[in-house]
Nanobody, 124 residues
Framework: QVHLVESGGGLVQAGGSLRLSCAASGRTISDYVMAWFRQAPGKEREFVAVFSLSGGTTYYEDSVRGRFTISRDLGKDTAHLQMNSLKSEDTAIYYC?????????????????WGQGTQVTVSS
């Protein structure tokens, strides 16, 4: 099974940028559909972005499309989430997740493996 560790979170002003990383160990990320989710205080965990098993297809939640970019570095078995033009409503704990089966999925219940999360705080 794969073990995921996120990093790159922090405090940033509105309009700023952050780049989150998700380092995988145990198995290569090319064996998994990789996604990012987030959970704000008092809210349910929500889908942010995903790329397909091949990495050729990506999909974004409406509020982040055009501002966030999901990518992966197969040589380092790391997935990234580049976040630009950050807004206060982006404040949340961000999690990377992986699932063995192919096909893009947007529900957290569809993912078997999770990182511990990294806090992103955007000040207005």
């Amino acid at each position: 099974q794969v073990h995921l560790v996120e990093s790159g979170g922090g405090l940033v002003q509105a309009g700023g940028s952050l780049r989150l990383s998700c380092a995988a160990s145990g198995r290569t990320i090319s064996d998994y559909v990789m996604a990012w989710f987030r959970q704000a205080p008092g809210k349910e965990r929500e889908f942010v972005a995903v790329f397909s098993l091949s990495g050729g297809t990506t999909y974004y939640e409406d509020s982040v499309r055009g501002r966030f970019t999901i990518s992966r570095d197969l040589g380092k078995d790391t997935a990234h989430l580049q976040m630009n033009s950050l807004k206060s409503e982006d404040t949340a704990i961000y999690y990377c997740a992986a699932r063995r089966a192919s096909g893009l999925r947007f529900e957290s219940s569809e993912y078997e493996y999770w990182g511990q999360g990294t806090q992103v705080t955007v000040s207005s």
